[in-house]
């Protein structure tokens, strides 16, 4: 019999895939779909970075380098070391989109049966790289009523077995909005360097932080061999289908592992590459716009938000992303009712429930994740239809 | 301790990788390196479909779809059918690069411990692959002799196991060129159906055919199950940069787990989305310029190789590689020899040494694999090169 693998089995299929059917039908019934659940920033990609893939002048579309174009890495230390992040250009090799960082971060450092520990709720997409390279997730559970800080020190250590491998975490968060403090990131340090743990640091929204300052992964000192960053340029530029990120890391053995997978796919594309090199180039207060937007955005959402009986969302710190306890029954159920059985003036909403961001069975089903990348106009028209929805949804429940 | 994985140790290093730093070196001291070592084509990428790229108009870089932009998948299936090739749009994940194609499928069809059956010389970065996903290699050996044809199929049927889960071909091939028939095509389909195995077909190199038309395993009448083809746009139109492949299946099952993949990772690039999309309008006569180009140069190196003394090399069917047997004691020797001690007329060659192509070990060591992407000019020069150095050489031995 020709069947699939365990592994493509074990795979999980995308957490919302279920809900587009829904919100293919609403659309077709005239209902106007307001998307909170991805994260598809509507912010323009930077004019000039777009010019410069433009304006390129080769003849042949060649292989890069497969670490990625030389001048780039360059330019991207420049990058980090501007933000103060003390990253040469030999410390990175430049990879198709954040994702395939994470799978040959996860590829390099663990062995099937390996365990990582991931703060939970966490980016579900984790789960599919956890299970291509045969590692076993296990979460530490963070919690909306703390605002989804950091679980305490005894939590990890508990979670930590003879096969725990790594640490990972993603500052500011996917898809609570958290932002790691200083003194957090200290404790973090503190476990990985007693229990030997990887940390894999992933820092896609490292540009958009409201309550403080971002602290990297990379500018943990003494746990240079420790840490693994993964990083993209897709929620920073508003370019997420340039699909280029980057590893870095000081562990040249990690390093030089990460290459072999590398050469193995060949190359990471080209394009994106002239796209991302010139990105760097743009004005020191380029991201003050797009920050203050998000920012703006953020508050609406949130106060709203809270201004809805029984509902409670904490004011993430950064990212565009919050997660909402609702007074409901059933995430899952409410996210489809809202495409299937719901409109307010011919407009709905499209949610992500929480269940599928938490690891472990049962949680989540009274949150939602919603992604602030609407304009601020559209952003309240959705936070309209909630309210109203929370009206009449049949399932609500109060805590 | 901190350890790198097994699966990191495992992974092999690009087989010429070690051969680059004499390369440079050769390079610093003012001579000349012809490259026939790799399969960057030196034929420039469709002007139209470059321009294509030029004139986006979008002024958001979004992520396309995971199975890549619908647009581009209905094109593609077109090609496909002009082709004669079976293939609908629903058929179709749009990969990033031809390598992800094959990650993907060894991941959706094969577990860790299974093993897959390829012809021997193969493409290197198939073990990579294979150490990704944990999946053993059996190779079955072709040889120099017969042309590297198929192996009889009582070879298949010795390497088959209860593990066996596929086998892998590359038609036409790399390394070796050599064109399957439409009869050996049948025989591995016998083969496929008898055992119940996939069989994944790897024809990135479809439009460069001289000895003969080419026979698409999707073509497989009764073998619509077992048939994973492996695409890429890289080669067809001299368009490497871009990773743009695919997966085509019409395994619905195999088709929904490749998309689990697909959606882990978010999308396939964008930007060479649309030059692949463009590309399938260029005129039908197109690939006659290159192909003819191609032909000439194959006929160039073939001849000019079988004039030298103890030199063997059949004359292959398709792609633009030729394995070429030499009168060495060590193709890794000599192919380093030539950058580090040889130059005639301040000009030398690089060669992939066929070691790496082989999975059984002491195999390849009198070979070299031959990439003829160069212009007939530079050929004629790559071979007074190898002339004169396999008349001065020191390692040489006469079989």
């Not at 659309?27 to 433009?54: F, S």
């Not at 070391?81 to 250009?89: A, I, P, S, T, W």
């Not at 790594?166 to 958290?178: E, F, L, M, S, W």
């Not at 289908?241 to 990471?268: C, E, H, W």
Request: include cysteine; charged fraction near 25%.
């Amino acid at each position: 019999m020709l069947n699939i693998s365990n592994r493509g089995k074990l795979m999980p299929p995308s957490p919302i895939r279920k809900l587009v059917p829904y919100a293919e039908e609403a659309k077709k019934k005239g209902i106007k779909v307001y998307h909170l659940n991805i994260g598809q920033p509507d912010i323009e990609t930077p004019k000039a970075a777009l010019d410069a893939v433009r304006n390129f002048d080769f003849k042949v579309l060649e292989y890069s380098h497969s670490a990625g174009n030389e001048s780039y890495r360059r330019k991207l230390a420049q990058y980090y070391k501007k933000l103060g992040m003390d990253v040469d250009y030999s410390h990175i090799i430049i990879t198709t989109g954040g994702s395939e960082a994470i799978l040959f971060g996860f590829m390099s450092c663990l062995d099937p049966g390996d365990e990582v520990i991931i703060p939970e709720p966490f980016y579900a997409n984790y789960n599919g790289f956890a299970v291509a390279a045969g590692v076993v997730v296990k979460p530490v559970t963070s919690y909306i009523e703390t605002g989804f800080a950091l679980p305490p020190i005894e939590e990890f250590e508990k979670a930590i077995t003879p096969k725990t491998k790594a640490i990972v975490i993603c500052n500011p968060n996917n898809p609570t909005g958290y932002l790691y403090s200083p003194k957090e990131m200290e404790t973090l340090k503190n476990i990985i360097i007693k229990h030997d743990l990887y940390l894999f640091s992933d820092e896609a929204y490292r540009e958009f932080c409201y309550s403080g300052e971002h602290f990297s992964a990379m500018n943990l000192k003494g746990a240079e061999n420790n840490v693994i960053l993964m990083d993209t340029i897709s929620k920073r530029y508003s370019a997420c289908g340039g699909r280029i990120g980057a590893l870095v890391t000081k562990n040249k053995l990690i390093y030089d592992t990460v290459m072999k997978f590398a050469q193995a796919r060949l190359s990471p594309p080209s394009f994106a590459q002239i796209l991302a090199e010139a990105a760097v180039d743009l004005p020191d207060d380029y991201f003050n716009h797009t920050k203050a937007e998000y920012l703006k955005r953020r508050n609406i959402l949130v106060d709203r938000l809270n201004k809805i009986p029984g509902v409670f969302c904490p004011r993430p710190g950064g990212a565009f992303y919050a997660i909402a306890k609702l007074p409901i029954d059933d995430s899952d159920k409410f996210a489809q009712w809202l495409l299937e059985h719901f409109s307010y003036e011919q407009q709905t909403i499209m949610v992500a429930p929480a269940t599928g961001f938490y690891a472990t069975n049962g949680l989540g089903k009274n949150e939602v994740r919603l992604a602030y990348v609407l304009d601020t106009n559209s952003l309240h028209k959705a936070m309209n239809c909630l309210e109203k929805a929370l009206e009449i949804y049949p399932g609500k429940k109060l805590a």
